[in-house]
């Protein structure tokens, strides 16, 4: 850019020197005719200033010419480098999306095992059931987290079961179940218990009471 400035300023001090001297050669003579040998006189150099100018003009396209293409150069590499900023921030989003992907993934597990370890796990106490005709009595104890709030129901109309605890039930204690059934004795009953976990959500879970056979979860998943 600074070699076509100096060419430029080259060309209009020729031209300023060529006028100035149009005007001193015009008020130096008093006839054309003397005023056309004098410029006869100079007519190789003004040739040769000609020539310069031509040059003059020629450089300067050549200048300007390198100029564009070093333009188009630096845009070229401008090009690359805003592709290469896209590809990076591309990659850094799909990267934070992975992050914040495996982040709440982490955040689904912990609460999932948060919520596991807050629920009961209900036992049968060894050697605490007792059958008397249409009365089966039994004791279960919860081996699992503390629990409140409790409510339980048959699964069927065929008999109805209670339970000492209605409040809360905590971990390690026991609790005393009856099944009475309005006919004949049977050997299997399901019941549901409702209850709130430790962090206050209301859930449920479904048994199995066999007389042989013990206590059975239903649903096993609620307890994984």
Known sequence: MDSLKSAYLLLVSITIILILCGFIIFFSFDTWGERGSFGDMFGSINALFSGLALAGVIYAILLQ????????EELKLT???LEKSAEAQEKSSKLLETQVNLMLENSKIEFEKREREADPIFILKP???????TIADFTIQNIGANISSLKIESLDDSFKITMDREDVFPKNQFSELRIKANN????FFQFRVYYNNELGVRKSLDYEFHHNKGLKLLNPSANK
């Open 184 to 187: 004949d004795p049977r050997s």
């Open 65 to 72: 010419r390198k100029e564009l293409s070093l333009q188009r």
């Open 127 to 133: 050697n605490s059931v007792f059958i008397s005709g």
């Open 79 to 81: 090009r690359k480098e």
